[in-house]
């Protein structure tokens, strides 16, 4: 069936380190990509997406890396700060399916100071 | 001003009750989704409206009802409420109708006993 899930439930990594956060999707016909964050009590902050027909992109500290070969998606986080403690998602938008996006189980990320 | 905004944030009530949540964006979005956010914090979409039509109908039991009185407004009544119905849930909007870039509201806890 249709999916997207996460290698790591969770991840704990040390203020001023580089962050990984995988995702694995399985439907082909996905075509665009989202991470979200969300802090507790809060609604998924967008942070970054791309689209498939892109394996690289480039935000402020994050950089979505997609694999289709392998249907991987990874969010990377540079000099990982206090304020990026959150749950993040990855999301799959499948070709017309109406804009119908599939999330992820979510991985929790922990920085320590 | 908040881009996407919902009412109430918390809504307490007894199983039975009838209730509504409301959501308002003035991003100028032409899409607009919920979403229910179950205890394990997994994202699930319920609905979607594409200038006040509906568009994605998920299977989701008809005690659930929303409505669109126009583009800027997304409600989502729910009838006879149950126990199982307790969850955060979530709007969202986009530009178009793909799914691209969705931003979500802050979000309605919803505790049903």
């Known amino acids: 069936g249709e999916s997207v899930g996460l290698h790591l439930p969770t991840l704990s990594v040390q203020e001023g380190d580089n962050s990984i956060i995988n995702c694995a999707y399985s439907?082909?016909?996905?075509?665009?990509f989202i991470w979200y964050k969300q802090e507790s009590g809060k609604g998924p902050q967008f942070i970054i997406d791309?689209?498939?027909?892109?394996d690289k992109r480039q935000g402020q500290r994050v950089t979505v890396l997609l694999n289709k070969t392998v249907k991987h998606l990874s969010l990377q986080i540079a000099a990982t700060q206090p304020g990026d403690s959150a749950v993040y998602f990855c999301?799959?938008?499948?070709?017309?399916?109406?804009?119908?996006?599939?999330f992820g189980q979510g991985t929790e990320l922990s920085v320590k100071p | 001003d908040t881009a996407v905004s919902q009412t109430p944030k918390y809504l307490v009530t007894q199983m039975g009750n009838d209730k509504s949540i409301k959501c308002e964006q003035n991003?100028?979005?032409?899409?607009m989704y919920w979403y229910k956010q179950d205890s394990k914090k997994f994202l699930k979409i319920m609905f979607s409206?594409?200038?006040?039509?509906?568009?994605i109908n998920e299977t989701v039991p008809n005690r659930f009802s929303p409505k669109s009185p126009d583009k800027a407004h997304l409600n989502l009544h729910i009838n006879s409420l149950e126990l199982g119905d307790s969850a955060v849930y979530f709007c969202?909007?986009?530009?178009?109708?793909?799914?691209?870039?969705?931003?979500f509201g802050p979000g309605t806890r919803l505790t049903v006993t």
């Open positions: 791309i689209r498939s027909n892109m």
């Open positions: 969202a909007t986009s530009p178009g109708q793909g799914g691209y870039e969705q931003y």
């Open positions: 409206y594409n200038n006040k039509e509906l568009i």
């Open positions: 991003l100028g979005h032409d899409t």
């Open positions: 999301a799959e938008n499948i070709n017309n399916q109406g804009g119908k996006l599939i």
């Open positions: 439907n082909s016909a996905s075509d665009y």
